[in-house]
Nanobody, 127 residues
């Protein structure tokens, strides 16, 4: 079983940028499809971005398309989420998620498709 640890959250002004990282340990991350979700207070956990095992294919939630970029480095067991032009409504706890994947090119976007989660990192955008 892989373990996930997120980092990089913090307080940023609207219009600013942050890069979140998620480091996997315990098993090679290259075997896993990976994703970021977020949860704002009082709201459901929301899909943000996901990336295939190979890193060739990624998908984004409608709210962040063109604003966020997901990437992975399997040699470092790390995925990143580059977040640009941050808005107040991006304020949330951001979670890294993983699931074993047979295919190198399939991307999973639904919360129930993931069975391993990190502890989350808080992102707060001040308006």
């Amino acid at each position: 079983q892989v373990q996930l640890v997120e980092s990089g959250g913090g307080l940023v002004q609207a219009g600013g940028s942050l890069t979140l990282s998620c480091v996997a340990s315990g098993r090679a991350m290259r075997e896993y499809g990976m994703a970021w979700f977020r949860q704002a207070p009082g709201k459901e956990r929301e899909f943000v971005a996901a990336i295939s095992r190979s890193g060739e294919i990624s998908k984004y939630g409608d709210a962040v398309k063109g604003q966020f970029t997901i990437s992975r480095d399997n040699t470092k067991n790390t995925i990143n989420l580059q977040m640009n032009n941050l808005k107040f409504e991006d304020t949330a706890v951001y979670y890294c998620a993983a699931r074993l994947a047979m295919s190198l090119r399939v991307v999973y976007t639904l919360r129930h498709e993931y069975n391993t989660w990190g502890q989350g990192t808080q992102v707060t955008v001040s308006s």
